[in-house]
């Protein structure tokens, strides 16, 4: 998922496991600020302008969030786009689950 956070670009990477749940591999960002974690993941590094942290783990059984058109950027699958934050409801709760 690929959205905008406070204006700044935030990445997340999940893989999707046996279970149907996803899985938090690594998110990246330019800076630390307001509601950035300092601390996810085993490795974090610094690579061509971007924060990553990789080896998070973390596992969700669906993701929900408060779309808008201006920050969530892009939904892709297998590196395929899927849907953009524009072409979803603006200022409705979503909820992505994988059946």
Known sequence: MDTLLEKIPW???Y?????????????TFPAFGA??????GRVCYV???????EEIGQRFSEIVWLNSHTATREI?????????????PHH?????VIE
């Open 47 to 53: 690579k061509d302008g971007l924060i990553y942290m």
């Open 35 to 40: 509601g950035i974690p300092e601390n996810r």
């Open 15 to 27: 893989h999707v496991d046996e279970n149907h749940d996803f899985i938090l591999d690594v998110i």
């Open 11 to 13: 990445n997340e990477y």
């Open 92 to 96: 409705a709760r979503l909820r992505l």
């Open 76 to 88: 892709t699958l297998d590196g395929k786009h899927v849907m953009r934050g524009g072409e979803l």
